[in-house]
Nanobody, 128 residues
């Protein structure tokens, strides 16, 4: 069974940066597309960023494009989300997610329903 453990959340002032990490275990990490999602109080969970199994393809929500960077280290079974120029509207619980896409083709998933496994979430709070 796949397990995902996020870390790196916290409280930061507007304009600051945070780096989230998500450690994957239980299966072959390099077979999985990885994504980051977030959920603010009273709102639905929304897509933030995703990366293909080999790191060759990435995709971002328009709201974070140019400020956030997703990356992965397949040797460490870890996916990262570097968040720069954080704004109060970025405040949310951030979730790491995984979906088995295999390693023969490069695909990206951006929808909540497409992902099979989820972490427990890490809180990011950005003060004005």
């Amino acid at each position: 069974q796949v397990q995902l453990v996020e870390s790196g959340g916290g409280l930061v002032q507007a304009g600051g940066s945070l780096r989230l990490s998500c450690v994957f275990s239980g299966r072959t990490f390099s077979n999985y597309c990885m994504g980051w999602f977030r959920q603010a109080p009273g709102k639905e969970r929304e897509f933030v960023a995703a990366i293909s199994w080999n790191g060759g393809v990435t995709h971002y929500a328009d709201s974070v494009k140019g400020r956030f960077t997703i990356s992965r280290d397949n040797a460490k079974n870890t996916v990262y989300l570097q968040m720069n120029v954080l704004q109060p509207e970025d405040t949310a619980v951030y979730y790491c997610a995984a979906v088995d896409t295999g390693s023969s083709i490069v695909v990206i998933s951006t929808e909540v329903w497409e992902y099979e496994y989820w972490g427990q979430g890490t809180q990011v709070t950005v003060s004005a």
